[in-house]
């Protein structure tokens, strides 16, 4: 294991296979995107392209919470109950104003997610129970809201909130402008702040930051608010979007997030992720289901099979990886 | 240690040994006082059906959560199962039956060799089972509702024998096997052990990834089952819907009846009654009149609470 009795031969190829295991999903993806352009006419049209971005740009906010929370060594369970309870709440909160439209579905599922993390952070049960359980809550929470999912907002087509998922700026949707901004937030909050460091740490080795003294309750409560709050965010934009709170949505949501997670390089045991790689990881899963939809004759069931063959292959390559790299 | 507290954790032993038995009882007991209609030998049929398919699959959860695993797949596995019966049913319901249950265990060993062979994390390697075996279902399915008229089928889910629904029988056949493998055999010892420490069951030299691919296939064999039950009684092939969210309804369960997600520990009887007390719970609110939606909150938060009582010990 050591770099001494090591050749440079097998030095070399360690350090290949780090380059691989961290940068693999962007180079699958690159290909992926040259090779779809050549095949496929139209999917190198600005129209496809400004959809695939859009349509990327929901799942993209939700996963750079779960991401957080992953490198944390933790999971979020709740983010796909999260977000179309939220999306509910916007339309709902519309018919009083841009404000309200906002705000209500914010702080209704930071809530959640504080609740989430103190129980995480201060009883010390598993996050995946704790977060399993305001699934069922969140989605119990929309379903009272729309009588049993009965009642659908509709939001008015004049109201200024739409432009939030509708509008464009330079002809490219809004949605899109948001998440580009919240994924530079959230890589200079996970890279340059003491708070992303502290995640590092517990996700590394809890039981070490307790002891380096860092605020590990504090920053756990902080990370699950964060990815209630972005589940929100996500909500909010697909309101606008929709121009309506649709409660079908969201029914494993959460897993399509932890997948796109995965599959950027980010460790589920915790300590190791980028925030770079889960957009590459959102980016495929919209890439592939373009390109099936682009093959058209093929069934559209064929979507979930490759995402999740997808993901397998992926998470098979970083373990192959990972054993080569400790050899 | 004071009295106070020595009295408390007592009580939380109390509760975390008999807590799940106990709730159930007092959830009896109020609905025979408060609810009307609730005392007839119709009701108790229908609640044992209901409960019959997520008890089956929580069997093959438990066995799973001992290994200190978890399998996320049985949603899909159902679903795989439920696709294949109506593609078979024309050479028999046997041969239908038997189709179904070996593209569990095929599942089960598919996620078993991820975990123990490559070490791939449970909850990653049965979530890519779980997105793309729906999709798989729904390809070998074209996405279709098939109605199914077969009788000898159908009588799986509707018939009975000397009074007691085939389903319930076998749920209950199902869960005396659980209990003895986990109880009286080496297999059962073992996977305790694997869950318990699993260096030190490798060092030990335990069949460490036998155990696992074991467990797996067990459970994809019994969501298979949960499978093909379910669409005997719906009388159809409903690949998009079945089993949708049934890991989560397991998980519950197995958590709800003492099992803990740490390994290490099997409660065959808790998880039984987990699955019993999830439906008396879901049955008792509809039978008020409180819709689904309270029903769904009041879940999440007997889940809380359960794992809330549970935890003391692994803290201790």
Redesign the interface.
């Known amino acids: 294991m050591t770099a001494q009795s090591a050749t440079p031969v097998t030095e070399r190829n360690a350090a290949l296979a780090g380059v691989l295991q961290r940068q693999g999903a962007a180079v699958v993806l690159v290909l992926g995107i040259a090779a779809a352009w050549f095949a496929f006419p139209r999917f190198g049209s600005p129209d496809n392209l400004r959809d695939l971005a859009l349509q990327s740009s929901f799942l993209a906010v939700i996963a750079l919470g779960m991401t957080f929370v992953i490198i944390s060594g933790g999971i979020d369970l709740s983010v796909g109950s999260n977000y179309a309870l939220g999306g509910v709440l916007a339309a709902y909160g519309a018919q009083y104003g841009l404000v309200v439209a906002i705000l209500l579905p914010l702080a209704v599922c930071s809530l959640i997610g504080f609740v989430n993390g103190l129980l995480i952070a201060r009883t010390g049960m598993a996050p995946f129970i704790v977060t399993l359980a305001s699934l069922l809550f969140a989605r119990g929470l929309l379903l009272a809201l729309t009588s049993e999912g009965a009642t659908t907002y509709k939001v008015d087509a004049g109201s200024a909130f739409l432009w939030l998922g509708q509008g464009t700026i330079f002809g490219i949707g809004v949605p899109v402008y948001l998440t580009l901004v919240l994924f530079a937030l959230g890589g200079l909050l996970l890279r340059r702040t003491r708070f992303g460091q502290s995640v590092f740490a517990i996700g590394g080795a809890e039981q070490s930051a307790l002891l380096m003294g860092l605020p590990v309750a504090r920053t756990k409560i902080s990370l699950y608010t964060l990815s209630g709050a972005l589940a929100g965010v996500a909500g909010i934009l697909t309101a606008a979007y929709l121009q309506s709170g649709v409660t079908v949505i969201g029914v494993g949501t959460e897993l399509d997030a932890i997948s796109v997670v995965v599959i950027g390089g980010t460790l589920l045991t915790g300590g190791a992720g980028t925030i770079v790689g889960t957009l590459v990881g959102v980016l495929l899963r919209t890439l592939i289901q373009n390109v099936i939809n682009q093959i058209g004759t093929l069934d559209s069931n064929y979507q979930t099979v490759v995402s999740g063959a997808f993901l397998l292959v992926v998470v098979v390559i970083q373990r192959l990886l990972a054993r080569s790299r400790t050899r | 240690m004071s009295t106070a507290t020595l009295e408390r954790a007592k009580v939380t032993a109390w509760l975390q040994d008999y807590g799940v038995y106990l709730a159930v009882v007092v959830l009896l007991l109020f609905n025979v006082v408060f609810t009307e209609n609730f005392l007839s030998a119709a009701n108790f049929r229908t609640q044992l059906v209901q409960a019959a398919p997520v008890c089956i699959v929580a069997l093959g959860m438990a066995l799973v959560i001992g290994t200190e695993g ?1 399998d ?1 797949s049985v949603g899909s596995v159902m679903s795989i199962a439920a696709a294949l019966i109506p593609l078979y049913l024309g050479a028999g319901s046997l041969t239908a039956i038997v189709v179904a249950v070996l593209a569990g265990i095929v599942s089960g060993l598919f996620s078993g060799y ?1 975990v123990a062979y ?4 449970p ?3 049965t ?10 279902a ?2 070998i399915a ?2 279709q509702l098939v109605q199914l008229h077969n009788r000898d089928f159908l009588e799986l889910g509707t018939g009975d024998v000397l009074g007691v629904p085939i389903m319930v029988i076998v749920a209950a056949v199902l869960a005396v096997l659980a209990g003895l493998v986990v109880q009286r055999t080496t297999f059962g010892r073992h996977l305790v052990a694997v869950g318990g420490n699993r260096a030190a069951s490798t060092l030990a030299g335990l069949p460490v990834k036998r155990v696992l691919v074991g467990v797996y296939v067990i459970s994809g064999a019994l969501a298979a089952v949960a499978g093909v039950l379910a669409t005997s009684r719906l009388a159809a092939s409903d690949p998009n819907d079945l089993g ?2 049934m890991e ?1 309804s397991a ?2 369960a197995v ?1 709800v009846g003492g099992t803990p ?2 390994g290490g520990r099997v409660r065959v009887l808790g998880t039984v009654f987990g699955a019993l007390l999830m439906q008396l719970v879901h049955a008792t609110l509809i039978k008020h009149n409180l ?7 009041v ?3 007997i ?2 609470v359960a ?2 009582v549970a ?1 003391e010990r692994s ?1 201790r």
């Open positions: 978890i996320l991820l490559l070490g791939i994390q909850i990653i390697a979530l890519a089972l779980l997105v793309g075996g729906r999709g798989l729904l390809v074209h996405g949708l969210l989560l998980i519950t958590v997600l740490s819709p689904d939606s309270t029903a769904q909150m879940q999440a938060a889940i809380v794992v809330y935890r803290s």
